[in-house]
């Protein structure tokens, strides 16, 4: 065995939750991972060529369907990019409902992450008490917005519906469900022996390789980047609030980068974005929600606009930023979408090296790329690679145990 | 700790350093929400010559946050491409992050960029994407082993963001519409003319 040594391991393509599933490729001695190759761009979709060929109105319900997470992030990202170009004017209570919205999208994203999480750890309990409490968040969005996922409330100049007194009771009650199940998520997630033992020291990113690979969200602020676009680069209702970006000494603990500081920066984020939902619905101006109803005055607007724009909103999963150009015809020149995942992806092979293969896919899953199911397994042997269905290899799981039984 | 720059200062500054390399700059102020307080973004043009000095001379402010290169085709017929360095300055600290974007016209004819993974190791995965949408030849990074954003089948010298001869063919474009109505659904309810 040893003159075959090292082994690569082709792990997917895997199915995040996000623009694509990614094929990852490990080369392994023993346990260890000595390094990783990955591969996404696994279903190219064409979305901002697609773009090209639209208008921005058209444009923002699409990109609510970039990612069926991040409902509100890339539509608010474009939304905020064409508004700078065309001089919009968002109302001030446009902006708090929009902020209400992204934070609602964090909580419900952070749990879904934390879900995954457990379930990568073995610990299938969490994880469905992880979904189970994340369908309050789903129910408020949906009270908001009338749907659980592609929410559709951003529009050009504001948003698409308000949020009224009467919806003010359910929300509030949501978030005091949150508020009372906050101290147990806590002790569930960061006092278990077992979840300490397998996160701390695993998976580790230094907040140098953090600042060399840019990386952005939750995963640069465990490693100790202070980084957040909310508190330091004030838009839409954030500029109003007190915050302070989550690093992992507010659990007390010194900051390390590894998988177990990521979990508790998530954590705590959702606490975050209780206070600031509760403070906006507190401090909501009054007047309209966006700038022009009619779509037709909107589009009329954007037609005659020309210039270039950066449209930023602080995602979930980081920062997500949307370039945009246009020259006074109806379809942009240039659309970019730099999605939160796309600064942080990269840093895999780093966090993956001198990793122990069971490791792996909390490692993965810690960046927050919604492992949600591995495909397939490939094992290359001397050049010739098997290609192995998940299926396939729990057929082999259960003819080895019917061997071992007889 | 680095003394913090306004963006105009920060914005002199390169023009110190650069000189006539600068051909334009501006400062966009937006202000939101009710006490409107103010982020700046910072749009620069260079010259192509100049964009790994110019990143150099924005590192000796402070380290930036690199979001992504972006670049588009400026039209079939317009023989440019441009470039965009979109870099961030102060992340981190609380409400004096500005955005930096060096843009650039870079020739199709000529397509070439330096490399900036030696002044930062993350760039090397928005290099890699300028070169399979753009067909932009980044000198200095590594061939990748593999593409990172487009199927690995992708034809070669095919760019999908460019709208030149080496753009999509429309043969690459599925039709849905030409595929046609099912047969065995009931009639549409109004009659085609």
């Not at chain 1, 909310?230 to 980068?257: E, F, H, M, Q």
């Not at chain 2, 929400?33 to 402070?62: C, D, F, P, Y």
Request: aromatic share 8%; net charge negative.
């Amino acid at each position: 065995m040893a003159g075959k040594a090292p082994y690569i391991v082709p792990v997917g393509p895997i199915h995040p939750a996000l623009k694509e599933p990614v094929h990852i490729e490990l080369t392994v001695v023993g346990e260890e991972v000595i390094s990783a190759d990955f591969t996404p761009g696994q279903t190219h979709r064409g979305i901002e060529w697609m773009g090209l060929s639209r208008n921005p109105v058209q444009i923002v319900h699409l990109t609510d369907r970039i990612c069926g997470i991040c409902g509100v992030t890339h539509s608010l990202s474009f939304a905020r990019a064409v508004e700078q170009i065309a001089d919009i004017t968002v109302p001030e209570r446009g902006d708090y409902v929009r902020t209400i919205i992204a934070e609602f999208e964090r909580i419900q994203s952070h749990l879904l992450w934390a879900g995954v999480a457990a379930h990568e750890l073995g610990f299938d309990t969490l994880f469905y008490l992880a979904w189970r409490v994340r369908e309050e968040a789903m129910d408020a969005i949906e009270v908001i917005t009338g749907n659980r996922v592609n929410y559709d409330i951003i529009q050009i100049g504001g948003t698409r519906r308000d949020i009224t007194e009467d919806q003010h009771a359910k929300i509030r009650k949501c978030l005091n469900t949150y508020k009372d199940l906050f101290a147990k998520l806590k002790k569930l997630f960061l006092e278990d022996a077992v979840i300490k033992s397998r996160c701390v020291g695993t998976g580790l990113l230094s907040f140098e390789t953090a600042m060399a690979y840019s990386a952005v969200g939750p995963t640069s602020r465990a490693s100790g980047v202070t980084a957040d676009l909310r508190v330091d680069y004030p838009y839409c209702a954030y500029g109003d609030l007190d915050i302070k970006p989550v690093i992992p000494t507010i659990y007390g603990s010194d900051v390390n980068g590894d998988t177990y500081d990521r979990i508790v920066v998530r954590i705590f984020e959702i606490a975050q974005s209780i206070e600031i939902i509760e403070t906006c619905l507190d401090n909501m101006p009054q007047g309209p929600v966006i700038w022009e109803e009619k779509v037709a005055k909107i589009l009329s607007a954007c037609k005659k606009a020309s210039g270039e724009a950066v449209g930023r909103h602080e995602a979930p999963r980081g920062e997500a930023v949307h370039y945009v150009v246009m020259d006074g015809a109806e379809a942009p020149i240039a659309w970019k979408v730099k999605a939160s995942s796309y600064s942080n992806l990269h840093v895999w092979p780093i966090i993956l090296k001198g990793a122990q293969l069971a490791d792996i896919p909390v490692i993965v899953a810690s960046v927050d790329p919604c492992l949600s199911c591995t495909d397939r397994v490939a094992v290359t042997d001397n050049g010739s690679t098997k290609i192995f269905t998940k299926e396939q290899l729990a057929k082999m799981s259960y003819e080895k145990s019917r061997r071992m039984m007889q | 700790m680095d003394e913090i720059y306004t963006p105009a200062e920060v914005v002199e500054k390169l023009k110190a350093a650069l000189g006539d390399s600068i051909l334009d700059s501006a400062i966009r102020v937006r202000a939101e929400g009710v006490k409107k307080r103010e982020n700046s973004n910072i749009w620069i043009t260079i010259k192509r010559e100049a964009i790994h000095q110019a990143v150099e001379e924005l590192m000796k402010i402070r380290y930036p946050h690199l979001s992504c290169i972006s670049g588009y085709d400026k039209g079939a017929k317009d023989p440019n491409l441009r470039v965009q360095y979109i870099f961030s300055l102060y992340g981190g600290i609380e409400k004096t992050e500005c955005m930096v974007i060096i843009s650039f016209d870079l020739p199709k004819a000529d397509p070439h960029i330096p490399t900036i993974t030696d002044l930062m190791e993350g760039a090397a995965f928005t290099e890699q994407e300028k070169r399979e949408y753009l067909g932009i030849i980044v000198d200095g990074l590594p061939e990748a082993k593999h593409k990172f954003f487009l199927p690995q089948d992708f034809p070669k010298d095919v760019y999908p963001l460019r709208k030149d001869e080496k753009r999509i063919p429309d043969s690459m474009i599925k039709d849905l519409w030409a595929c046609g109505r099912p047969e065995n659904r009931p009639p549409a309810p109004l009659e085609d003319e």
